[in-house]
C-alpha cells in the first residue's frame, strides 16, 4: 500500500521534473530525455495497474487518484501546481495505451511549447497526443456544482466564512494564508460562471451582521463578474479576485469603534481610517503567493480616477484596471449598508454611483458594471417619468437604463385594465425621449407581484 503512494508521489514528482527541464532546455537535452523517461517508466507502471492515473491539482494540493497527497516541497512543486493554476488546468488523467509520444506531448505543452492562447487540450489534440485528458476536478463537497439559489447560498455561508478566518488570522498577527484564499476564489469563480444570478442577488442581502465579511465576499464576487464579462484570462480573473478580496485587509488595524462607528467620523477618525490602504498594501507585499495586483488594489481603491481619493498627494499614477474594477465593487456594495439605500435596490446605488460618476469612476466599466447587475431587470416595477408604474418586460441590450415597460398602474395610482407596452429607448419626432424609467418600486407598495404583470 505504501509502495503505491510512493509511487503516485514519484509519477508527480517526476513530471514536475521533465516540465520544468523542459521549460529550460530543447525537447532532446540529455536532462530533459533522462526527466522524460523517469517520468515514463512511472506512468506506464501505473498504468499497468489500472486503466487510468489522475493527477488533480486543487488550489497547492496535488491530488492522484483521489488519495490526497499533500506535498510540502518547496519551490519545485510549487512551480509546477502554479503553472497548472495559470493554464487552469485542475485534472490530468493518462489512461491506458498512452505511449511514450503521448507523454512526451503532454510535458511538451505544460512546458510551454503551445502558442500562448491554444488551450493545453486543444494543442494536444492538433498533435494527435491521444490517452490523455485535461479538464476540471469536481472537487467533493463543493456546492459549486449546482445551480439555484440554495446551491448559491451554500457557497455564499461557506465563502463569508473563510472569509471571517482569513481577518481572524491576519488580525492575530499572522499573514493571511494564502490557500484558503485562493480555494475561496476558486468555488466564487465557479458559482460564477454557471449562476452568475443566483450569487449576484445574495451580494444584495440587506440583513449582515458580519459586514465585514460579507464585504470581503461581495467585492470579490462583484470583481469576478466584471472579470469575466471583460473577458480576462481565467489566470488573471482569478488574481483579480484575489485582490479584491483582501483590498481591505488593512482594516484590521483599525481600531473596532472607529470600524464600527454608526455616525460620521470626525476628521482624526477619518485620518487614522484612511491608513488601511498604506496597511493593507504593506501586509499583502509580504503575504507569499499573493499576486502582485493585490497590494497595488490595496493602495489605490480609494484614489479615484481624478486622484480625489486618498492616500492624498499621488499624482501621476495610472490606476490600474484591476483598481478601476474592485473600486465599482467596492463603493456599490458599501452603499448597500447605507441607511438611504436600505431598501437594498440595486438601482438607487447605481443611480448614486452614476451622480458622482464624472471623474471617479471609469465610465465605460460603470456602464458594464450596471449591464451586469441589471438596472432595472425583468420583473422589476419601475416609476415613469409620466408618474405611470409598470414592469419591466425586457431589457435593452445594449441600454441598460432604458427597458421596455408593461404600464399597469395610472398616474394616479389606479390599477388598468388595458397595460400598455412602451419602449423607452425610442424618441419622438423631435428626437426627445417621451418615456424614461425615473426609479424602482418596492413592489410591497403596490401591493401586487410584478411577476403577474409580465
Ligand atoms: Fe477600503
Ligand atoms: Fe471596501
Not at 489522475?54 to 492522484?64: E, K, M, N, S, Y
Request: net charge neutral; proline share 5%.
Amino acid at each position: 500500500m505504501r509502495r503505491e503512494s510512493e509511487q503516485r508521489e514519484q509519477l508527480v514528482r517526476r513530471l514536475a521534473a521533465a516540465v520544468r527541464g523542459a521549460s529550460l532546455y530543447a525537447i532532446d537535452h540529455p536532462v530533459v530525455v533522462r526527466a522524460l523517461d523517469g517520468f515514463t517508466t512511472s506512468a506506464l507502471a501505473l498504468l499497468q495497474r489500472g486503466p487510468k492515473v489522475t493527477i488533480g491539482c486543487i488550489g497547492d494540493d496535488l491530488v492522484v487518484d483521489d488519495t490526497k497527497l499533500l506535498l510540502k516541497t518547496g519551490a519545485s512543486l510549487g512551480g509546477f501546481t502554479r503553472g497548472l493554476r495559470d493554464q487552469d488546468i485542475e485534472k490530468i488523467t493518462l489512461e491506458t495505451g498512452a505511449t511514450e509520444a503521448d507523454l512526451k506531448g503532454l510535458v511538451e505543452a505544460l512546458a510551454g511549447a503551445k502558442p500562448g492562447l491554444v488551450s493545453v487540450s486543444d494543442w494536444l489534440r492538433t498533435r494527435a497526443v491521444r490517452h490523455i485528458a485535461i479538464g476540471k476536478v469536481a472537487i467533493e463537497d463543493d456546492p459549486s456544482d449546482n445551480t439555484g439559489i440554495a446551491a448559491a447560498l451554500k457557497v455564499y455561508r461557506s465563502a463569508t466564512s473563510i472569509a471571517e478566518q482569513l481577518w481572524q488570522m491576519a488580525k492575530a498577527g499572522e499573514l493571511p494564508d494564502p490557500a484558503p484564499a485562493r480555494k475561496l476564489i476558486e468555488m466564487l469563480t465557479r458559482m460564477v460562471s454557471r449562476d452568475r444570478t443566483s450569487l449576484m442577488a445574495l451580494t444584495a442581502l440587506k440583513k449582515q451582521d458580519t459586514y465585514t465579511f460579507t464585504h470581503m465576499v461581495n467585492v470579490a464576487v462583484l470583481t469576478i463578474a466584471q472579470a469575466r464579462s471583460l473577458n480576462l484570462a481565467p489566470s488573471l480573473t482569478r488574481e483579480f479576485g484575489l485582490a479584491a478580496l483582501m483590498h481591505d485587509i488593512g482594516k484590521i488595524h483599525t481600531p473596532t469603534e472607529i470600524l464600527n462607528k454608526p455616525d460620521k467620523l470626525t476628521k482624526e477618525e477619518f485620518d487614522i481610517m484612511k491608513r488601511h490602504v498604506v496597511d493593507g498594501a504593506s501586509i499583502l507585499r509580504r503575504t507569499p503567493e499573493m499576486p502582485a495586483l493585490a497590494p497595488v488594489v490595496a493602495f489605490e481603491h480609494h484614489l479615484r480616477l481624478d486622484r480625489s481619493g486618498y492616500p492624498e498627494n499621488i499624482v501621476d499614477r495610472e490606476l490600474n484596471l484591476c483598481t478601476l474594477v474592485v473600486t465599482i465593487a467596492d463603493v456599490f456594495d458599501a452603499l448597500r449598508s447605507k441607511r438611504a439605500y436600505r431598501e437594498g435596490l440595486a438601482s438607487a446605488r447605481v443611480r448614486a454611483m452614476m451622480a458622482e460618476a464624472s471623474g471617479t469612476y471609469h465610465p465605460t466599466l460603470l456602464r458594464r458594471f450596471i449591464n451586469l447587475v441589471g438596472m432595472f431587470p425583468a420583473g422589476s416595477l419601475v416609476l415613469l417619468n409620466t408618474d405611470e408604474v409598470g414592469v419591466v418586460t425586457h431589457e435593452h441590450p445594449a441600454d441598460p437604463l432604458r427597458p421596455q415597460v408593461r404600464i399597469a398602474f395610472s398616474a394616479h395610482g389606479e390599477r388598468l385594465e388595458q397595460t400598455r407596452l412602451v419602449n423607452t429607448w425610442e424618441r419622438n419626432e423631435r428626437g426627445d425621449y417621451p418615456y424614461a424609467v425615473v426609479e424602482s418600486v418596492d413592489p410591497s407598495m403596490l401591493q401586487v407581484d410584478p411577476l403577474s404583470l409580465l
